[in-house]
């Protein structure tokens, strides 16, 4: 592979080097997921906020592996287009409202960390894909949770 596609790889899978923040390298890493999912959502509506997530777990799959053999482990904590991804998935659903981008990201940031049952599993499949699907797991739990939330509790989501 040519340098510069290392390069590349490692910009996408650590957020633009966001994932190498000092402490909760994945909180942060979330924060990133959520302006793209407010500003889609804002400009380009449920459309755009589900193609752009697409793309993003698509560039996930291709980086986050290639840079876990560079950064010598399974899931490195700097790698953290996996948080952007699930993060994105988790506010599909709602309006880009600011009391559903907080309410979406502490709910992703809570599924990411609980990793509640089978999306735990998902962490054992080889390389790259192991790095996205728990995540990706994780941030369909919280779409069904944003969900639930906007039923429950009308109004207050703004959906």
Known sequence: MP???GRIRMLVATGCGIGFAPIA????GSIP???LAWGLGSVGGPSALALGTAVVAAAGFWAAGAAARRLGAEDPGPVVVD???GQMLTLLPVAPTPAALAAGFVVFRIL???KPF???RLESLPGGSGIMADDLAAGVYGAAAMIAATRLFPGVLGS
């Open 25 to 28: 390298p994945g909180t942060f």
């Open 83 to 85: 948080e952007i991804a």
């Open 112 to 114: 990411d960390v609980l």
């Open 118 to 120: 089978p999306v735990r």
């Open 33 to 35: 997921g959520v302006l």
């Open 3 to 5: 340098p510069e596609a």
